[in-house]
């Protein structure tokens, strides 16, 4: 079974920076597109950003296109996310999830392991 752990989440004021982290830490998704999705209050989980298994490719929400940045560290079997000029609709739980495949994902559906998220609250 695929462990993620996130962390990094917190409170930051719009137009602040944060960057969340998620550990695999039994290296069981290091093959597997992983990605980001987030859930805010009483709204469904959707797609944030998303990276293949060796990180040439990488896609992201219109909402997020040029402020957010996903990344990963293969060695150390980390993923990121860089999030700037953050706003108050990105407060939400974020998610880490790893997909079937090592193709990056943009439909939720195509995640199968996620970890337990991370809150992040902008304020304004």
């Known amino acids: 079974q695929v462990q993620l752990v996130e962390s990094g989440g917190g409170l930051v004021q719009a137009g602040g920076s944060l960057r969340l982290s998620c550990a695999n830490p039994?290296?069981?998704?290091?093959?597997?597109?992983m990605g980001w999705l987030r859930q805010a209050p009483g709204k469904d989980r959707e797609f944030v950003a998303s990276i293949s298994w060796n990180g040439a490719d990488t896609f992201y929400a219109d909402s997020v296109k040029g402020r957010f940045t996903i990344s990963r560290d293969r060695a150390k079997n980390i993923l990121y996310l860089q999030m700037n000029s953050l706003k108050s609709e990105g407060t939400a739980v974020y998610y880490c999830?790893?997909?079937?495949?090592?193709?990056?994902?943009?439909?939720?559906?195509?995640?199968?392991?996620w970890g337990q998220g991370t809150q992040v609250t902008v304020s304004s």
């Open positions: 999830a790893a997909n079937i495949g090592s193709r990056a994902a943009t439909q939720r559906t195509a995640f199968t392991s």
């Open positions: 039994r290296r069981t998704a290091s093959n597997n597109g």
